[in-house]
């Protein structure tokens, strides 16, 4: 499905089989206030009381990875939650949200950030923690010319080759990890600039923490699956976690996830730490009351872990963002750099999305049984 409107359509058409099917169902449309759209949820379980485990599966906190994610949750409610035939032995014992669309603007326009330019996976923070004064960005600072080029895009293949230039010369002038540090972790300083965190939570962020705080009480143990796109190798799938290693946390997730070997914490060399982000979230809401299993499940696109794929991705990151605040002198060319931005995160080749659903439903059914079992 190519738009978010037909992606919710077949969202919500399960409605009516899955309250049919649990004695516990409940529909909710978040509304999100200041432009922030609509975001459905589907609560259920087999009894009618809540369990004491609870399976979250969330997608489109970065708008246009929620293709994907819809996607990932669409299966998972028809071949796990509806099919009668399924081999799979559904946990009696574990509860599901499912949450669609978190950042509905981005989805519907095809972009990874909100209406406010914020990345919402650097946003997701409590009011009091203040994230624009705690995290100070020093390397964005530094190389801000290079990330945020503040003049019109001109030509793709002109803007692309001038930008390989720039690219290496900042790399060779400050080491690789400095610029991917500089880009990815998040700053919270230029509200125009590629993974802006915001100056204080988002209306989402908030309606989010105030059904959470509601919707969780009843729950010991959580299970976060958050499904992402466009990090990691080709074709690949990444388990990405903040947790600091030997905690509670991280035990909890070798538990679920160790095996598969593709377990990785955030902090090590080839990935990044964020702050601000949706899987964490959860611990910050209710500190050392639950047990989480909070985990990113990230699938590669086109590969970005190597030097050319690096380059074509930080290009395509930081032209998308020049052209919506400081326009283009071509359409055309303009609307180049939105085709590739989208093939980025929801590659139109058949040989992604049977890979990408391959990997996922090898890992996330047995993942769950495994977390119920605990």
């Known amino acids: 499905m190519e738009t978010y409107e037909a992606c919710r359509k077949a969202f919500l058409s399960y409605r009516k089989q899955l309250r049919s099917k649990f ?9 999100i206030p200041k432009d922030g759209g609509e975001l459905d949820v589907y609560y259920l379980g ?3 009381k809540p369990a004491k485990r609870l399976v979250i599966m969330s997608s489109g906190i970065h708008g246009i990875e929620g293709f994907a994610g819809s996607a990932f949750q669409r299966r998972w409610i028809e071949e796990f939650l509806l099919d009668e035939k399924s081999s799979y032995k559904l946990p009696k014992n574990s509860d599901f949200l499912i949450l669609h669309g978190i950042n509905a603007h981005g989805f519907k326009n095809f972009m990874r950030v909100n209406e406010r330019n914020v990345d919402l996976n650097r946003n997701f923070a409590l009011k009091r923690e203040k994230l624009h004064k705690k995290f100070k960005n020093k390397k964005y600072r530094k190389i801000r010319s290079f990330l945020n080029p503040s003049s019109e895009f001109g030509s793709f293949l002109f803007e692309y080759m001038f930008f390989i230039i720039r690219f290496l010369g900042v790399v060779i002038r400050f080491g690789a990890k400095y ?6 972790n998040g700053q919270y300083e230029f509200p125009k600039g590629i993974y802006y965190g915001g100056r204080k939570p988002e209306p989402v962020v908030r309606v989010l923490r105030k059904y959470f705080k509601k919707i969780l009480k009843p729950y010991d143990r959580i299970l976060i699956l958050d499904f992402h796109t466009g990090y990691g190798a080709k074709n690949g799938l990444s388990l990405m976690h903040n947790a600091e290693s030997g905690s509670k946390t991280d035990k909890n997730l070798k538990k679920v996830f160790g095996d598969f070997g593709l ?3 955030e902090g090590e060399e080839d990935f990044y730490r964020t702050s601000g982000d949706f899987t964490d979230f959860f611990g910050k809401i209710f500190a050392k009351e639950k047990d989480l299993f909070p985990i990113t499940v990230e699938l590669g696109t086109f590969g970005n872990l190597n030097v050319m794929g690096a380059i074509r991705g930080s290009f395509l990151m930081i032209s998308e963002n020049r052209i919506r605040f400081h326009g283009s002198r071509s359409e ?5 750099v939105r085709e590739e931005f989208k093939q980025m995160f929801y590659p139109s080749r058949e040989d992604w999305r049977l890979a990408a659903m391959d990997h996922v439903f090898g890992i996330v059914p047995e993942a769950i049984t495994r977390f119920s079992k605990l």
């Open 263 to 265: 377990l990785l914490n």
């Open 46 to 48: 087999e009894k009618k």
């Open 332 to 336: 055309l060319e303009a609307d180049k």
């Open 179 to 184: 610029v991917l540090d500089a880009a990815v």
């Open 23 to 31: 004695a516990r169902f409940n529909y909710e449309c978040l509304e």
